[in-house]
């Protein structure tokens, strides 16, 4: 399932540190997150291989708008952006997997 754009939110098994992303393709970015392609980037410094958070938007232009504006929030508000969509912080990876091409 892919549309114009897509946010998503990483973090590491702890959930202490979290990573705000914007994307084209959510489920090869997941991926090359969670298998450290960019060996050099924030998330594999940090080991933020969970996808606790997602949304889709119709343009990239508006994910990127919408990463943006997450980017300002602080860590309370992400918290609750995060409990209200995926309460038990759970790795939605096999969620995403799951999605057609």
Known sequence: MEL???????TNYEKTTLYIGVTSDLR?????HQN????????AKYN???CVYFEDFQSIEEAINREKQLK????????TLINNFNKNWNDLT??????DE
């Open 28 to 32: 090869s970015r997941v991926y090359d």
């Open 36 to 43: 450290k392609i960019y060996p050099d980037s924030f998330t």
């Open 4 to 10: 114009g754009g897509w946010i998503y939110i990483m």
């Open 48 to 50: 933020l291989i969970y």
């Open 72 to 79: 300002k929030w602080n860590r309370s508000k992400k918290e």
């Open 94 to 99: 096999e969620v995403i997997n799951e999605w």
